[in-house]
């Protein structure tokens, strides 16, 4: 019988030919609930039916009589974690990409990222448990985390440590505020664009296993990456090749472009696999089958092919945005490594504007382009910042560059 799923299975997760030996962290308390047997049931449904038995399902509530033809496509529920080729088929991708032998039991499909994060930070994390982050970064870590009970440790960062967290910064963070049960990482980072290299990742994880902090990892900008020729880790690094006891978390959104999909998937610990199952089968059953189904093809040489081609694009954009900034005449802005993103403090401009919302309102009103004022992922300093997308494309990214600079002369 396949591994897939169980809450009992121990997968491993490794680098070829390597084997980290670090203490498994604990699930927490609040995640001790039990799975809807249903689901659990559906799940062992559909891995006897790809083993060749003929079973009879008088299980989920789901109606046998679909949709006619040319009306609704017909969808019924999946195992709560995913379907088992999905799961398998991500699993290769992190052999393809990382060279990371992963078991399939140990991924979890959710429905995009942000099931992910709920699903994982429920299971890690118990009510009052103190997780850091780094500011500026995604604001739904926070909200999220605060919605849950967790006591959010923010990690103010700047250009001196390009925008990311590091073991001193940690340090100084227990000192202040007590022991960390969590760290979130996200490299690529939103808003900034700022990747960890291998050493500096190394670093941190050498940090959390020795203070026992388990790293939850964001990599869903993986493959959006500019590095320079030869670089060694030309998609980034991923936490599970150094952490075994890391969350990985990542989604279809980003690198396929899948948004609308609402389709992620999280690597688990052993520890963390049978309560973020008993969550998942509870909280939504199941991952949207059709989406699921779609995603298959994400993994074909040809859409690889056209995904790296769509990230050229983003490199020219990128390249627009670099080249224009001693015309736009702002202040320090944050290295753009990967992801699609462009963070800078505005200078000057707040001579003219109260803060960065402001600008941004003006900017729309007077100029018809929009930005986003970086209150949202910092809020200590983000009153003095913006974030520019470029996942819009070259064109649109010239036109705005074009309207930005006549509006900031006019």
Not at 84 to 103: C, F, G, K, S
Request: with cysteine.
């Amino acid at each position: 019988m396949s591994t897939l799923g169980g809450p009992f299975k121990t997968p491993p997760s490794r680098r070829l030919g390597e084997a980290p030996s670090i203490a498994p962290l604990a699930a927490s308390l609040r995640s001790r609930i039990p799975a809807f047997e249903v689901m659990q049931i559906t799940d062992e449904v559909a891995r006897r039916r790809a083993d060749g038995h003929d079973v009879v399902s008088l299980c989920a509530g789901e109606p046998s009589a679909r949709p006619a033809p040319g009306t609704l496509t017909p969808a019924g529920y999946t195992g709560p974690l995913g379907t088992t080729p999905l799961r398998e088929a991500i699993a290769q991708h992190y052999r393809n990409w990382y060279n990371v032998e992963l078991d399939p039991g140990s991924v979890a499909v959710t429905t995009g990222s942000s099931g992910a994060f709920q699903l994982v930070f429920l299971a890690a994390f118990d009510p009052g448990a103190r997780v850091a982050l780094a500011s500026p970064g995604y604001p739904a870590y926070r909200n999220i985390l605060t919605a849950l009970g967790v006591q959010v440790i923010e990690i103010p960062t700047g250009p001196e440590t390009r925008y990311q967290p590091t073991p001193e910064l940690l340090s100084a963070a227990v000192a202040e505020h007590g022991p960390l049960a969590g760290l979130i990482l996200a490299s690529p980072a939103n808003p900034t664009g700022t990747m960890l290299d291998r050493a500096a990742i190394s670093a941190l994880v050498t940090w959390c296993v020795a203070n026992k902090v388990r790293i939850i990892s964001d990599e869903i900008y993986h493959g959006i990456t500019f590095p320079e020729p030869g670089a060694m880790d030309p998609r980034g690094v991923t936490l599970r090749e150094l952490d075994p006891e890391a969350v990985v978390i990542n989604s279809f959104s980003k690198y396929w472009g899948m948004t609308g999909w609402r389709l992620g998937w999280a690597i688990l610990p052993p520890a963390l696999i049978g309560p973020v199952e008993a969550l998942a089968s509870n909280f939504a059953l199941s991952p949207p089958a059709p989406a699921q189904e779609l995603a298959m093809r994400a993994f074909t040489e040809e859409n690889y092919a056209e995904r790296d081609e769509i990230v050229g694009g983003f490199a020219r954009a990128r390249t627009l945005i670099l080249d224009a900034e001693s015309e736009l005449g702002w202040g320090t802005a944050a290295p753009s490594d990967g992801a699609f993103y462009y963070y800078s403090e505005l200078g000057p401009q707040l001579e003219r504007y109260a803060d960065s919302s402001a600008y941004a309102r003006a900017l729309l009103e007077g100029a018809d382009v929009a930005v986003v004022p970086g209150t949202d992922f910092d809020t200590v300093a983000g009153h003095r910042a913006v974030r520019l997308s470029y996942a819009a494309g070259e064109a649109a990214v010239a036109e705005a560059l074009d309207r930005i600079i006549r509006f900031q002369r006019g």
